[in-house]
């Protein structure tokens, strides 16, 4: 069975950072396109950056471009959020998935795959 499991989540201060990770399971990672989103409370799911099987990278929020990067080493089956000068409106439930389309995809609907998520809280 096909599986992204998101881990990395927690607590931190404003200006601390965190990294998520998102193993994957059941495919091969080396031939799919990944991407990390994110859903505040009361919001609806943003995108936040993509990588695809050649490295091309994606951002999809201009909030996070400078502070929040995305790696993948395919030998682990896992992709990375590195997440740097984290805020409190960073405070969401953060997602990988999973894109069978070359290019980093516009729109989350090409994304057939999905993670349970994992809590992001940033305190003030």
């Known amino acids: 069975d096909v599986q992204l499991v998101e881990a990395g989540g927690g607590l931190v201060q404003a200006g601390g950072s965190l990294r998520l990770s998102c193993a994957t399971s059941g495919f091969t990672l080396e031939d799919y396109t990944v991407g990390w989103y994110r859903q505040a409370p009361g919001k609806e799911r943003e995108g936040l950056l993509c990588?695809?099987?050649?490295?091309?990278?994606?951002a999809y929020a201009d909030s996070v471009k400078g502070r929040f990067t995305i790696s993948r080493d395919n030998a682990k089956n896992t992709v990375y959020l590195q997440m740097n000068s984290l805020k409190p409106e960073d405070t969401a439930v953060y997602y990988c998935a999973r894109s069978n389309y070359y290019y980093c995809p516009a729109s989350m609907g090409a994304y057939d795959y999905w993670g349970q998520g994992t809590q992001v809280t940033v305190s003030s």
């Open positions: 990588i695809n099987k050649e490295d091309g990278r994606k």
